[in-house]
Nanobody
Framework: VQLQASGGGLVQTGGSLRLSCAASGRIFGINAMGWYRQAPGKQRELVAVITSGGSTNYANSVKGRFTISRDVAQTTVYLQMNGLKSEDTGVYYC??????????WGKGTLVTVSS
């Protein structure tokens, strides 16, 4: 199974983007689906996660601006990003974690926020 992320691009400060990440096949035993990002020169960090039960958690820096969601079949995860700031610039990666401990990662989509 492969994850394909899309929706990144260049946007001005205050703008919005919606990222999508679709799995090429059904994944069973999902614990959580999430988005991570890596800014230039920094380590990859968690942005948002949604559990199989629907609970969500966000990095403090994006609370109130970003919303994570998924489809019922848990084959696609979305990240709605509003009020974008320059510090949101980075490569965004989607992740699906299984209860078994196995992880799937997308290749990443670049988000650039210009002032």
């Amino acid at each position: 199974v492969q994850l394909q992320a899309s929706g990144g691009g260049l946007v001005q400060t205050g703008g919005s983007l919606r990222l999508s990440c679709a799995a090429s096949g059904r994944i069973f035993g999902i614990n959580a689906m999430g988005w991570y990002r890596q800014a230039p020169g920094k380590q990859r960090e968690l942005v948002a996660v949604i559990t199989s039960g629907g609970s969500t958690n966000y990095a403090n820096s994006v609370k109130g601006r970003f919303t994570i969601s998924r489809d019922v079949a848990q084959t696609t995860v979305y990240l709605q990003m509003n009020g974008l700031k320059s510090e949101d610039t980075g490569v965004y990666y989607c992740n699906i974690a299984r209860w078994s401990g196995m992880d799937y990662w997308g290749k990443g989509t670049l988000v650039t926020v210009s002032s």
